[in-house]
């Protein structure tokens, strides 16, 4: 079992970004360009939002 949200979000997006990038491009090169970018945008996105709501109160 996993306990790090950071693995976690790494894993999720991975498999997220595949089948976004499996359904939506054509070619190979498509596909793996697009997962690529949607997987770096998903991580990166996720990290910037965690890091901006950080310093308010739970």
Do not use: C
């Not at 999720?12 to 089948?19: I, N, P």
């Not at 190979?28 to 901006?52: C, D, K, N, Q």
């Amino acid at each position: 079992m996993m306990h790090s949200h950071l693995i976690t979000l790494v894993v999720f997006s991975a498999l997220v970004s595949t089948v976004f990038a499996v359904l939506l491009r054509d070619t190979p090169r498509e596909r793996l360009r697009f997962g690529l970018l949607a997987f770096g945008a998903f991580v990166v996105s996720t990290l910037i939002i965690g890091w901006l709501t950080n310093p308010f109160p739970r």
